[in-house]
T-cell receptor, first 114, second 117 residues
């Protein structure tokens, strides 16, 4: 069966520090991968998606970046965090074949920038 | 533009009451998919259902039921005989066949449901 894991689960970082959140999918090949952010009291905002290794598309201009060094690995990074980067970050995957399939989410990473 | 609207921000019910969560969507595609997710306090989003635009049959799964009406662009979710464990934030989402976002889902802002004993 397919599983998705992301870490760390919780992170408290000072403004201006770097960030690295990692997501790994198991049990499937060539998935679409996504990073969403959920700010307090708000819905889910799509940040990045990837349809293949090295293929990253950004939906929202920001100081965050994403990379996909391996088929089932998706990394969210920042060189210098801002206060507004605080939120709950969710990684998700879906099967590419046929598209428009449901997304399966990881456990989430809660980031607090102080 | 907001493609999925969940007008109810918060709903509070007493256990065993029925509750309906509203979802209205907007799309120009003829082929699209609608979803509901549950987000319990732990934070992880749990997939509940996926419906395509060509299937308007209502669906029932235990205490959960979904009413899809293309005429009103709605995809409402009803919980019958609610339980405390149903307390969570529920999200409705839309995916369009013409999507140029890798078939990412557009989520509504969610409805927070509180079921009290």
């Amino acid at each position: 069966s397919q599983t998705i894991h992301q870490w760390p689960a919780t992170l408290v970082q000072p403004v201006g520090s770097p960030l690295s959140l990692e997501c790994t999918v198991e049990g499937t090949s060539n998935p679409n991968l996504y990073w969403y952010r959920q700010a307090a009291g708000r819905g889910l905002q799509l940040l990045f998606y990837s349809v293949g290794i090295g293929q990253i598309s950004s939906e929202v201009p920001q100081n965050l970046s994403a990379s996909r060094p391996q088929d089932r690995q998706f990394i969210l990074s920042s060189k210098k965090l801002l206060l507004s980067d605080s939120g709950f970050y969710l990684c998700a995957w879906s099967a590419i074949a046929g598209g428009t399939g449901e997304l399966f989410f990881g456990e989430g990473s809660r980031l607090t920038v102080l | 533009a907001q493609k999925v609207t969940q007008a109810q921000t918060e709903i509070s019910v007493v256990e065993k009451e029925d509750v309906t969560l509203d979802c209205v969507y907007e799309t120009r595609d003829t082929t699209y998919y609608l979803f509901w997710y549950k987000q319990p306090p732990s934070g992880e989003l749990v997939f509940l259902i996926r419906r395509n635009s060509f299937d308007e049959q209502n669906e029932i799964s235990g205490r959960y039921s979904w009413n899809f009406q293309k005429s009103t662009s709605s995809f409402n979710f009803t919980i019958t005989a609610s339980q405390v464990v149903d307390s969570a934030v529920y999200f409705c989402a839309l995916s369009e066949a013409s999507s140029n976002s890798g078939y990412a889902l557009n989520f509504g802002k969610g409805t927070s449901l509180l079921v009290t004993p």
